[in-house]
């Protein structure tokens, strides 16, 4: 079995070549497509990762079943486990699974009684996001055309954060230097090892990639929510035109969406010409693309 689970754990020349597969895909070399089922599990909302993956799936051919989690047996307490044992029975290859619960694939990896289908991470509680942190990997060496040496701060509600997490790791081992902004009440123990937390506007002309993380209210406490001032947060820790104009020119803007604008970052910023954006969510597909011929590469092709 041959799965998409931790960008962390795979080699970096496995990575190097997913982001390079990916831009030769944008660029419109032919995908390679199989003649394989795959199913989406999604347990958490979402818009950009599920609609990324089913577009994905869609350019490599891939034939999907249609599964609703809220509506299936699970809701009657089947664990996930043995859903994903039912769908191999029944000749899915592959799922794509978005769960609440953080590292949800540990136990499934344990269980060798039964075959599983190969399975994609699309998010993990507040583990990891490969996905996402590999359509960022492709935006900023799309950008750069390396990822060693740059300078990349990441700011925001990093306790809750699995973009945050993926993102700092793996950005950590390509030799970038990484350091973190935000909340002193959200920066949780696990980052230290990977960069130092420094003030909002320390250096920020010297920045090469500036990630804002969006505020997670269903995932603060409740009384955080009550006392939060959006405006406050702008202030402190958003990006408003005095710290856009102090960027260097060839700066880029990032952030995994959805944006909360003028919190994270000013309304008429977000699709400013420093901001890659929209443009993630465009190498979001291609990346995907990339994931599942990954994923799929013991299987023989049909074209």
Avoid: C
Avoid at 11 to 33: F, T
Avoid at 165 to 193: C, H, M, Y
Avoid at 231 to 258: T, V, W
């Amino acid at each position: 079995m041959r799965s998409f689970l931790n960008i962390n754990a795979l080699q970096k020349s496995d990575v190097l070549n997913l982001v390079q597969r990916a831009l030769a895909l944008k660029s419109g070399v032919r995908p390679i497509k199989k003649d394989l089922t795959v199913a989406n599990l999604f347990f958490e909302n979402s818009t950009r990762t599920n609609s990324s993956f089913q577009m994905a799936e869609n350019h490599l051919g891939l034939q999907k079943i249609i599964i609703d989690p809220q509506n299936s047996s699970m809701s009657k307490g089947e664990s996930l486990t043995d859903t994903l044992k039912t769908l191999k029975a029944i000749g899915v290859d592959l799922v794509v699974v978005r769960h609440s619960m953080t590292n949800w694939y540990d136990q499934i990896l344990t269980d060798s009684r039964h075959d599983m289908p190969q399975l994609v991470n699309a998010g993990d509680g507040s583990g990891q996001h490969p996905s996402q942190s590999l359509l960022d990997l492709v935006t900023i060496y799309e950008q750069f055309g390396h990822l060693e040496n740059l300078k990349i701060r990441i700011i925001g509600d990093l306790a809750h954060s699995r973009v945050a997490r993926s993102n700092a790791e793996i950005l950590k081992k390509f030799g970038a230097q990484v350091s973190f902004s935000g909340p002193a009440q959200w920066q949780t123990t696990g980052f230290e090892q990977f960069g130092d937390f420094v003030a909002m506007d320390s250096d920020w002309d010297k920045l090469d990639v500036v990630m804002f993380l969006r505020v997670q209210h269903e995932r603060i406490t409740k009384t955080e929510n009550q006392n939060f001032s959006a405006k406050k947060y702008h202030e402190q820790f958003g990006l408003n035109q005095s710290r856009y104009d102090h960027l260097k020119s060839d700066a880029i803007i990032m952030h995994p969406a959805p944006v909360n604008r003028d919190v994270e970052i000013a309304d008429d910023l977000v699709e400013a010409p420093k901001s890659r954006i929209f443009e993630q969510m465009t190498n979001g597909v291609f990346a995907r693309m990339a994931i599942l011929e990954y994923t799929m590469e013991d299987h023989n092709a049909t074209d």
